[in-house]
């Protein structure tokens, strides 16, 4: 008997090409420019061998993908996940072009990392394999060429760590030029006050003008989160703030739900403590495959890519997802939640606020300033609301949804940056 075969899954790059030609073909974008942003500029992949802890030595594959630096040098994070391949790189190092052009700021978009699970490693191990890397990517990183930061299972003690190995390769007197070759940093190693929680802020600021656009605001909203790392955690504590209630959370180790309201501060310190949020106190275990359609007015997903898909995307009964992760929602998704009038926050919006965080570092490291939270704070809120109105502005003039928006104005400073230079020779 023949049977149906279930329609292939599309992979991140696949989705964010998709996005890319749909803006395009709305705008009408110059066709010269349209074939240069439809590809990468570079693509470094490395193998480097590293001592463990037992003596034994094994060999990393490392990725480092600079997709367009028309704007400036390329930006973006290194992640460490058994994820990590070349096709996952080349869509983050594509979404961080477009993220960077529509914060304003004179990057373009990279992204990279390693293949592998950081749990499986000692803390002397990953600084090993951290500074290894370091060394391996060479002069394909640098304070003026490409400049990476923390993402999924990196952190501030990593960035140090990866600054320390850049300087060391560099002369004496040049070594202290090139702090800002990372940003995420610790705040004692020429880190940004309130970097770490630059991303999760904007995730909110971006809600909170959402709010105010229908009308409403935060105040009693129930909303889930998926990922409660950096991001998700610093997302429900600015949501907490605004007086929202948070009644879902879901991660690796398990899904939790309590319809009269979960404190994430109390649930941060329970994680800390077994490295776990199930069996949290108050909380019931819930079905990890039904998360994403708990009643709730809010959903953000702060973990990986392709969540959201169209098997699950009938079930979300939320008003809004704000895309805390970077490709949370696929296309087939997507046009399910378009369909049912479900309002999205495009990740190149929602989640902009680190890197507009890492501008701040890499400013206050270049000028030799100090910037204080106070400064972060109303630098970031002010470009996020900007570039929310600007989509929104977009959105309306185009008759397009706010991804599409958010693309076109994106890529419009992209294409006036190529018209206005001309393409070399």
Not at 81 to 96: C, E, F, K, S
Not at 210 to 235: D, M, P, R
Not at 277 to 286: R, S, V
């Amino acid at each position: 008997m023949a049977t149906t075969q279930k329609p292939r899954r599309v992979g991140m790059y696949e989705n964010v090409k998709n996005q890319f030609e749909k803006a395009a073909a709305v705008m009408g974008l110059d066709e010269s420019v349209r074939k240069i942003l439809s590809i990468t500029n570079n693509e470094i992949v490395v193998h480097f061998p590293v001592k463990m802890d037992n003596g034994q030595v094994e060999v990393f594959t490392g990725y480092r993908v600079q997709h367009n630096n028309a704007l400036g040098p390329y930006k973006g994070g290194l992640r460490y996940h058994p994820t990590v391949d070349i096709d996952a790189a080349r869509a983050l190092a594509t979404w961080m072009t477009w993220k960077t052009s529509l914060a304003g700021l004179p990057y373009g978009g990279g992204k990279g990392g390693i293949q592998l699970d950081p749990k499986k490693y000692s803390q002397g191990e990953l600084e090993r394999i951290t500074r290894r890397f370091t060394y391996a990517l060479g002069d394909n990183i640098g304070p003026e060429h490409d400049i990476p930061a923390p993402d999924v299972n990196t952190n501030a003690q990593m960035m140090a760590w990866i600054a320390d190995t850049y300087m060391s390769t560099k002369s004496p007197s040049e070594r202290s030029k090139n702090q800002h070759v990372v940003t995420g940093k610790p705040v004692g190693s020429g880190g940004l006050e309130g970097r770490d929680r630059a991303t999760g802020f904007g995730v909110v600021v971006t809600l909170e003008s959402w709010a105010k656009l229908n009308g409403t605001s935060l105040e009693g909203k129930k909303y889930i989160v998926q990922g409660f790392g950096n991001v998700g955690y610093w997302a429900a504590h600015f949501m907490h703030k605004n007086g929202a209630i948070l009644i879902g959370v879901q991660d690796a180790t398990g899904t939790i739900y309590n319809p009269e309201g979960i404190d994430p501060e109390a649930l941060l310190r329970y994680q800390s403590d077994n490295a776990t949020i199930t069996g949290y106190k108050g909380t019931q275990d819930y079905p990890s495959e039904d998360f994403f359609g708990i009643d709730c007015d809010v959903i953000i997903p702060a973990a990986l890519g392709n969540q959201i898909t169209e098997d699950n995307a009938n079930t979300v009964k939320a008003k809004v997802v704000a895309e805390g992760a970077n490709g949370p929602i696929d296309t087939e998704g997507e046009a399910i939640l378009l369909a049912n009038g479900v309002q999205m926050i495009p990740d190149i919006l929602c989640n902009s606020g680190g890197v507009i965080g890492s501008y701040f570092e890499w400013l206050q490291n270049r000028n030799g300033e100090i910037w204080t939270m106070d400064d972060v704070i109303v630098k970031l809120r002010k470009k996020l609301e900007d570039a929310f109105n600007k989509v929104i502005n977009t959105s309306v003039q185009y008759q397009t949804d706010w991804r599409t928006a958010a693309y076109i104005q994106a890529l419009t400073r992209i294409e006036m940056a190529y018209k206005q230079r001309g393409i070399f020779p």
